[in-house]
């Protein structure tokens, strides 16, 4: 989870959040000095940051497309994690320089869109509007339920009718015990109304304490799991869902859902809850509504779309959820 600065965000202790953008394989090793090594290490070490559990390697010298210059990919590595990035070095060894190689022909926007999948997934707000804002979400996050009250009862009132909003799963299941629950209970009730589901999640953000108890007598790991049940339950009779489905489907908690929505997160770079994409255009924490406005309005002004003239006031309660 996540607040607006990186101090604030509770974040998987991914190793792979040092900084870099990677995902180049590693080449075999050429004749780079060892001193030369060394000073690279120490030099990449310097200007990251770089921890000492994270090991740093020089390989792959090769000739670059650039004169004067070689490339070289220095290679982190921690336990079974591996990951290389290119730098380009001076035939001279005495500059290195970062290199970051961008194709203009493509819209990294779009090709970051293309790598989600929403295929029935619960949409709030208009449906074919041309702006999409995906939400990684863990519904024990406390940065979730801020930034689900930012949307929904700050920003959304306004963009309503030129913008939909799908949730995508992230709980960080070894901090939030009953995040998973929650994810697969919402699922369910996703299969059977998307009204119920959007209920079920503003139950849960709006007021978590309806699980958690209040904060001077929390209750107990099992009263929370059946907290979240009983709400799923609740969202569901609200709003007529099939009874035998939903606690068919809520007592076998398959997780496959879930587990798919992580491995997408994973793949995209997420590591932190809630991480919005507004038609590809990334914000992660619980950013304010000024923030949020800001990438809303770029995103439809890329799409050709007009922006809110004025900011229509927030409704002081979640507005209902769109058939």
Not at 36 to 51: F, G, W
Not at 222 to 249: M, P, W
């Amino acid at each position: 989870m996540e607040g607006g600065s990186p101090l604030s965000l509770l974040k998987r202790p991914l190793w792979l959040m040092i900084l870099f953008c990677l995902g180049c394989s590693a080449q075999p090793a050429q004749n780079t000095s060892a001193d030369l090594n060394r000073r690279i290490e120490h030099q990449v070490r310097s200007h990251y940051n770089i921890p000492e559990s994270i090991s740093v390697g020089i390989e792959g010298r090769k000739p670059s497309e650039f004169p004067g210059y070689d490339q070289v990919q220095v290679v982190f590595s921690e336990g079974t994690h591996r990951t290389a990035t290119d730098f380009l070095l001076s035939q001279d060894g005495k500059t290195l320089i970062r290199m970051t190689k961008i194709d203009l022909t493509a819209d990294p926007y779009a090709e970051t869109m293309k790598k989600i999948s929403v295929a029935g997934r619960p949409v709030r707000g208009a449906r074919d509007s041309k702006v999409a804002v995906v939400v990684f979400d863990d519904f024990q996050c406390p940065f979730c339920a801020r930034m689900h009250q930012t949307l929904f009862r700050d920003v959304f009132n306004e963009y309503k009718d030129r913008i939909h909003i799908i949730y995508k799963d992230y709980p960080l299941f070894s901090i939030h015990p009953w995040a998973g629950r929650a994810a697969n209970d919402a699922n369910c009730l996703a299969e059977l109304s998307n009204d119920a589901f959007w209920d079920f999640a503003d139950a849960l953000h709006f007021n978590p304490e309806q699980v958690t108890g209040p904060r001077e007598k929390r209750h107990s790991p099992a009263e929370q799991l059946a907290a979240v049940d009983i709400l799923a339950f609740q969202a569901g009779t609200k709003n007529r869902v099939d009874e035998s489905k939903l606690q068919a489907c809520v007592k076998a908690q398959s997780d496959t859902t879930v587990q798919e929505s992580v491995r997408e997160a994973d793949a995209l770079g997420v590591s932190a809850t809630p991480t919005l994409f507004i038609n590809g255009r990334k914000l992660e924490g619980a950013v304010d509504a000024g923030e949020l406005r800001a990438t809303l309005n770029a995103a439809l002004r890329d799409a050709g779309q007009p922006v809110p003239n004025a900011a229509v006031s927030g409704a002081a309660a979640p507005p209902a959820a769109n058939k």
